[in-house]
């Protein structure tokens, strides 16, 4: 299946490990991803206020590239996902803001929120199917004791990202399970660790991290696996607590499927 795929700034800087083994592995398991050309930031933060019109233009922009190309809009960062979904949700269901886009792009057909916007998690769920990765791993990570790490931003508000219960989560648990390791469930793993506040706030940042980390450990954990740039900055550099590795969770489906060793 191919879908248009945008990546987002910080995996073509700090998160070149999600992009790079996401690639290699949609290739090993027959997904094309097209990178759409000229896409812009999408701010990383969804813009909160009616009002704010420009800060949503990148990302209808890319929305709309994708309609033009029939294809679904495939997304990994968290917070590009996160900004991605909700302005795709505006652009359906609120007049206000689909009109003044739409002016402001002056696009041969307006877009109206046609375009499907799915995470790279979900897209191994629902199209690849879990049981069709498991059979495709080569190296089973059997033994290996892993975390999840949601955060916030690929849960909540629940009613528009769609992604997973925000309470009781499952799809990076199965997905675990799928590349042939033990999932651990803590209570803190769908919790915000705080990234957003590193700057203003390190100590408050510091303790919600702590947190994280001590209850992934205490209830087994040997590592943490995430999809957000922001998470495992903060995970990575903000924990003084424990040393608990963080991957980003496409390194280890790259492992699983017996492609960590290429293109090193």
């Not at 469930?185 to 705080?194: D, K, M, Q, S, T």
């Not at 947190?211 to 903000?238: D, F, H, Q, R, W």
């Not at 040393?243 to 960590?260: H, I, M, N, Q, S």
Request: charged share 25%.
């Amino acid at each position: 299946m191919v879908f248009s795929y945008y990546p987002g700034c910080t995996l073509k800087t700090k998160a070149k490990d999600l992009d790079k083994g996401a690639r290699k592995a949609a290739e090993a398991l027959g997904i094309i991803m097209e990178e759409l050309p000229e896409w812009q930031c999408c701010g990383g933060v969804y813009p909160m206020g009616k009002n704010e019109t420009a800060p949503k233009l990148s990302s209808v922009r890319a929305l709309a590239a994708a309609k033009e190309k029939n294809q679904d809009l495939l997304t990994l960062c968290s917070a590009c996902h996160h900004v991605l979904k909700r302005v795709n949700n505006d652009m359906a269901n609120d007049e206000t803001i689909r009109s003044r886009a739409n002016s402001y792009l002056a696009l041969e057909e307006p877009y109206a929120g046609e375009t499907k916007v799915i995470h790279y998690l979900e897209m191994l769920r629902d199209v690849v199917g879990f049981d069709k990765l498991k059979e495709a791993v080569k190296n089973p990570l059997t033994g290996r004791k892993i975390g999840a790490y949601y955060g916030c931003l690929l849960l909540r508000p629940s009613k528009t990202l769609q992604f997973d219960n925000p309470e009781n989560p499952t799809i990076i648990e199965d997905f675990i399970r799928a590349i042939g390791a033990e999932p651990v469930v803590y209570p803190y793993r769908n919790e915000c660790c705080g990234g957003y506040i590193t700057l203003e706030n390190k100590d408050l940042a510091k303790s919600k991290v702590a947190n994280i980390v001590t209850s992934a450990k205490e209830n087994g954990a040997e590592c943490l696996i995430t999809a957000c740039p922001l998470c495992m900055y903060n995970l990575s550099n903000n924990n003084t607590v424990n040393d608990l590795p963080v991957y980003y969770f496409t390194e280890l489906l790259c492992e699983a499927l017996g492609l960590e060793k290429e293109d090193e």
